[in-house]
């Protein structure tokens, strides 16, 4: 089952989570340099040096007397969106903020150099390396309560169904009012009380997942893994993400898609694209619920299908985890004219075309989105350096992004056998959700009915507590739950061996798989 990075939770000092800072200082030293850690001087300085400049001197407009208000987990800094909703007659209407980081970042220079080599921030169990400086990210260009900072504001007219009807996106000076978090918002809502922009996020959220779900777009509902230290024990849990949460991210989607509208209308720009799942995926995972007792009927769309799911019953936890081979191959597509735009420019997990757009203080091609599609609100030409800039920021994406991945796949298996070292020697009732043949070579995806080729070679199987993914040489049928024990644990090898519990039907393979996360994407972040 695929999940988010872990964030660690641990009280600096405890013997648990030292051992964890040094094992990622081992991980990030063996990079060779193809993670840059720090900022070179040049960097910092210019970083500086631009944190002094004075956003007012540029002629932006005024909108520090709207009352915006940014939420985000409470111990974030690095706040790239502020929001201001209002009801009107007609529907709604969303400002939305998200930080200038182009007014810091001049095209070419050193700060917009370094910041391509990184590509986005990385976020590991107990730190985060930033793309751009701290004094950037995490104070001059943040959206910090009570600060006047600059920012894109994209005012979108909506219609009592949700549905965008008009997209405007100006420079303003902005000033957040409230810092609000999600855990102390959600709770707030549940008591039926709550911050009023909050109560109109709700609604507008389930308005847009509800014409989401109209147009066919899909999003698998999997929790996120956190790793707790208390003392010298790690011990892993699972975060559901509270409902705000969903809202907050349709919030950031519909900006993506105006963002989209506006470059395919004007021609030029930098799309997130995900190509539709392959008829054969489709076909395959149709069976697999079938097999599963969970027929994915014919009328209904896998959207729908995957939102009815729920990842604490054991079948579906399989389902969820193979329905991951329907969303593969997003990229980003960049086009500097109207004959250059992808014949398919939607990104079919959201179904619609979309852009990133709403974190440029984390992820490098929200920038030039940003000042692109502030040209073509402003029926200005792009300049050719921009258009150039264009061209060059999807390669970095992809070069950076799987370095990126590579390193949080490692971070995550060192922190998941540190949690699972107090637990040697266990049994653990787990569920099977992928079923691999011997004649598979590797190939993910038996749908569990078997092939007349031998004994599967292994099952992959996801604990619950704790909860992580493992591969055991056993027979079991996709979504059956079974008895696993710890054979062994190495730490420093980052690798957790499960073995057939007593009883269990073992095959006759030598050794055993050690903890495998697959790390696939399946949702746009915020």
Request: charge should be negative; hydrophobic fraction near 40%; charged fraction near 25%.
């Amino acid at each position: 089952m695929p999940h988010r990075p872990v964030s660690l939770h641990a009280p600096r000092g405890s013997v648990a989570a030292d051992d964890l800072r040094e094992g990622i200082d081992a991980l990030l030293a063996a990079q060779d340099g193809e993670v840059p850690l720090e900022f070179p001087a040049e960097v910092l300085a210019a970083a500086e040096e631009a944190a002094a400049r004075d956003a007012a001197a540029d002629g932006r407009a005024d909108r520090t007397d709207i009352p915006f208000v940014t939420l985000d987990p409470a111990s974030s800094t690095d706040l790239d969106q502020a929001m201001h909703l209002e009801r009107t007659d007609g529907g709604y209407r969303v400002l939305y903020a998200i930080a200038d980081v182009p007014f810091f970042v001049d095209l070419g220079d050193a700060i917009d150099q370094e910041a391509r080599r990184r590509g986005e921030t990385l976020y590991l169990p107990d730190r985060r390396i930033p793309l751009h400086p701290e004094v950037l990210s995490e104070a001059a260009a943040s959206l910090l309560p009570d600060q006047t900072t600059p920012a894109f504001v994209w005012e979108l007219t909506l219609d009592a169904r949700g549905e965008v009807t008009a997209i405007g996106l100006e420079r303003a000076l902005v000033r957040s009012v409230a810092k609000l978090a999600y855990d102390q918002v959600q709770e707030e809502l549940d008591a039926g009380a709550g911050h009023p922009m909050m109560l109109l996020l709700q609604e507008i959220g389930e308005l847009r997942t509800q014409l989401e779900a109209e147009r066919g777009g899909a999003s698998l509902n999997v929790p996120e893994q956190e790793v707790v230290v208390e003392n010298d024990h790690v011990r892993l849990t699972w975060r559901s993400l509270n409902p705000i949460e969903d809202a907050n991210a349709q919030l950031s989607l519909m900006t993506g898609m105006a963002a989209a509208t506006l470059m395919l209308e004007h021609g030029a720009g930098i799309l997130r694209t995900m190509p539709p799942a392959e008829p054969r995926a489709v076909d395959r995972f149709r069976r697999q619920s079938e097999v599963l007792g969970v027929p994915w009927r014919k009328d209904v769309a896998y959207g729908e299908f995957l939102r009815s799911l729920d990842w604490r019953e054991p079948v579906h936890l399989a389902l969820l985890n193979l329905a991951t081979s329907l969303f593969r191959g997003a990229s980003y597509a960049a086009f500097t004219t109207p004959e250059e735009v992808p014949e398919d420019p939607v990104q079919a997990a959201i179904a619609a075309p979309y852009s990133h757009t709403t974190a440029p203080l984390r992820r490098l091609v929200d920038h030039f989105v940003l000042l692109v599609c502030l040209d073509h609100a402003q029926g200005r030409t792009p300049s050719p350096e921009l258009l150039a800039a264009l061209t060059e920021i999807p390669e970095a994406m992809r070069q950076t992004g799987a370095q990126a991945g590579n390193l949080e796949r490692a971070a995550r298996e060192l922190v998941e056998t540190a949690a699972l070292a107090a637990w040697e020697g266990e049994t653990f009732e787990a569920t099977v959700i992928e079923r691999r043949e011997a004649s598979d070579g590797g190939e993910g995806g038996g749908n569990g009915s078997g092939n007349g080729s031998g004994a599967p070679l292994r099952v992959e199987v996801q604990l619950t507590d704790p909860p992580v993914t493992a591969w055991v040489p056993m027979d079991a049928e996709v979504g059956q739950v079974v008895r696993v024990r710890l054979e062994s644990v190495d730490t420093g090898g980052r690798r957790a061996v499960f073995v057939a519990a007593d009883g269990a039907a073992a095959t006759d393979q030598q050794g055993a798989a050690a903890t495998d996360q697959q790390g696939t994407a399946t949702q746009e972040s915020a």
